[in-house]
């Protein structure tokens, strides 16, 4: 009798991060089950204590690189996976720690830590694929459930994940949202924000902080001039894209601008 193939195995690995994205994944509760009778969760140290070693088909990866350990380490995490999909703002961008990058972290150490000597950090936060090729990157602050699942599902069927790189705006019009900012001038970052989240913010009359960090190929410089328009000077301008999504080139280059 032939022997049934085996499942593909999945693994979740963690780096600098709050776990929220790994959240999302226990979140899907239903959908995990089915999820778990196709693949073989083989390690996933938040949902399991058990762990099977050796290498992976799919790899999930959350967080950032922020320590001289974790810098090596996603390289053995790329060499044991065969597809590396990173999930979230701290994977995709550096993460809210990524404020980092534009100070003195040494003195943000010193600062927060009583014994900053036995803190080992690295200067920056930086996205997992400025370290080692990434298959596909999955946006959020946390990751949309649904564009997880359908990450999982491309990946079991072999294709590329449908996930639009279109901004916040046009959740909004597909949800028929009034547009905050045009009906009652609150600053929102839906033009340059990739979607994913439904236009949430909007739909409660408040402006799109940008969680999901850059849609493709943004136009800040042109939405910074209505931003101004709206009150908002550089310092402003320069903080609003500063939060989760902080060192995306996009985001860090119209900070950078505004803060010149
Ligand atoms: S509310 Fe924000 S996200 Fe929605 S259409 Fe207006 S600018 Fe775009
Ligand atoms: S901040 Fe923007 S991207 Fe994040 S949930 Fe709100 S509307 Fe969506």
Redesign the pocket.
């Known amino acids: 009798m032939a022997r049934p193939k085996p499942k593909p195995r999945l693994a979740v690995w963690k780096f600098a991060s709050c776990d929220g994205c790994q959240l999302s994944l226990l979140d899907c509760e239903d959908e995990l089950l089915t999820v778990a009778g196709a693949v073989d969760i083989a390690y996933f140290p938040e949902a399991t204590r058990g762990e099977v070693s050796g290498r992976y088909d799919l790899s999930l990866v959350e967080g950032s690189v922020t320590t001289p350990h974790d810098a090596e380490r996603i390289h053995d995490v790329r060499k044991r996976s065969r597809t590396l999909v990173t999930i979230g703002a701290c994977a995709t961008a550096g993460g809210i720690q990524s404020l980092r990058n534009f100070a003195d972290v040494a003195e943000y150490a010193s600062i927060v830590y009583a014994r900053p000597d036995y803190i080992q950090t690295l200067a920056t936060s930086t996205a997992i694929a400025d370290h080692v090729p990434v298959d596909f990157e999955l946006r ?2 946390p990751i949309a459930k649904h564009q997880l699942l359908e990450v999982v599902s491309a990946f079991l069927a072999g294709r590329r994940p449908v996930v639009p790189p279109h901004s ?1 705006c046009l959740e909004c019009k597909l949800r028929g949202n009034v547009c905050v900012m045009v009906a009652h001038g609150t600053p929102c ?2 033009p340059v ?2 979607a ?7 739909a409660y009359d ?1 402006g ?5 960090g850059p849609m493709e190929t943004p136009n800040a410089p042109s939405l910074g001039g209505r931003l101004a328009a709206l009150g908002m000077d550089g310092r402003d301008l320069t903080r609003v894209y500063r939060t989760f999504n902080a060192n995306a080139p996009e985001f860090r280059a119209e900070s950078e601008r505004q803060e010149a």
Do not use: E, K
């Open positions: 959020g602050c916040v970052l839906g924000t990739h994913g989240c439904g236009a949430l913010c909007p408040r799109c902080y940008g969680c999901f």
